[in-house]
């Protein structure tokens, strides 16, 4: 009983400090999370990449090895949120910036804390007076290089080093023929996901979501309804439906891929692992960069494809709002970064017929 009755009137006095001092950081950072989960609808993604930033100093990582810093939480934690100031986030920012993060990391950082405290704001939660984040510096980030993409030649060779498993390591081959077997087929599927990927010009959360009764063979169309986000089946990122013109290079990946015994019902994915289900987007992008040495190609991101359709698009002359629908880009602005692979002869002959007398 006395310890019931010391727990309880620790319980009470920690309460009524914590009345008296206002809410925690914490605790709006807390209230935040659960907002932007089960109200806002944000992609798994998106909550992981929040609850990194927002995590506590030496929590296990959820994926992959260390432990999180906790920068934001080591220093604002325990203040109580409405006393935050403006210097205390700049001197924050300071703190992560000393790490050697770049530009564009301190100003994620940024972004999060200011999304809690406007959150903390709404008369609805917390009514805090004001966001102390929008007085802070951010940080300027370096201009957007040109876009890098890879020619048809170079697509093709990425593509047949991993048809050929050339991507191996020769050191582990396989114990079995069942296991054989099962390489080739998944060197074979991650051959013509490259094919997809650049000739289609899909995200990859987006490919490892396709699904048959997506492919349109006689209409020569994808439908895009869904992506994969951190392993879990989501929107995409758009949050609309798209259709993607399906070119014959495209097509005929797709077709060979239908060919196949097992997993070509209409609602079997499109590519898949041993047990039917969404690839491992992490264990894909390390094959692929496997393939590119054995290719001896430039070592492009996986996201790379993507550009390379919209760039191959561009360079052909195909106008930029057909290039927009078919990527799914909310704004034009976006697309337009494509028109840099027009060649600048097609250009000045279009400048030098407007300056005709």
């Known amino acids: 009983m006395a310890e019931y009755v010391a727990d309880a009137a620790d319980r009470e006095r920690v309460e009524q400090e914590r009345l008296t001092r206002g809410v925690t950081f914490r605790e709006v950072a807390h209230s935040y ?27 296990q990582r959820k994926r992959g090895e260390g432990k999180t810093l906790g920068h934001v939480m080591a220093a604002l934690g325990d203040r ?65 290089a040109a876009l890098v993409f890879y020619s048809p030649e170079e697509i093709e060779a990425i593509a047949r080093a991993l048809a050929e498993g050339r991507h191996r390591d020769p050191a582990f081959p396989a114990v079995n023929d ?46 895009i309804a869904r992506a994969m986000s951190a392993g879990v089946e989501s929107s995409t990122k758009s949050g609309r439906i798209r259709r993607v013109p399906l070119a014959d290079q495209a097509a005929g990946s797709l077709d060979r891929m239908s060919r196949r015994v ?12 041993v047990f039917g289900r969404p690839l491992d ?55 337009s970064r494509y028109l840099h692979a027009r060649p600048a002869s097609e250009q000045a002959q279009a400048f030098t017929a407007a300056f005709r007398a």
């Open 262 to 273: 097992h997993y070509t019902s209409p609602d079997d994915l499109v590519f898949y692992n």
């Open 80 to 144: 109580p949120a409405a006393k935050i100031t403006t210097r205390e986030i700049d001197e924050l920012l300071a703190t992560i910036s000393a790490t050697g993060a770049s530009a564009s990391t301190v100003n994620k950082y940024r972004s999060a804390v200011s999304a809690v405290f406007n959150h903390g704001c709404k008369p609805s939660t917390f009514s805090l007076p004001a966001n102390p984040v929008n007085g802070a510096d951010k940080r300027r980030e370096p201009p957007q």
């Open 281 to 335: 987007g992490s264990a894909l992008r390390r094959r692929y960069k496997r393939a590119q040495a054995a290719a001896d190609v430039r070592a492009l991101r996986f996201h790379d494809l993507r550009h390379t359709f919209g760039s191959l698009l561009a360079a052909r002359g195909v106008d930029v709002v057909t290039i927009q629908k078919a990527m799914g880009h909310s704004a034009l602005s976006t697309t």
């Open 178 to 223: 069942g296991e054989r077997l099962a390489r080739q087929a998944e060197d074979h599927q991650d051959a013509e996901m490259v094919r997809v990927a650049a000739y289609a010009g899909l995200r990859q959360g987006e490919l490892l979501a396709l699904r048959w009764r997506d492919v349109d063979f006689a209409g020569s169309a994808l439908t």
């Open 33 to 59: 999370m659960r907002w932007l989960a089960e109200v806002a609808g944000a992609k798994p993604s998106t909550l992981r990449d929040r609850e990194t930033v927002l995590g506590e100093p030496g929590v």
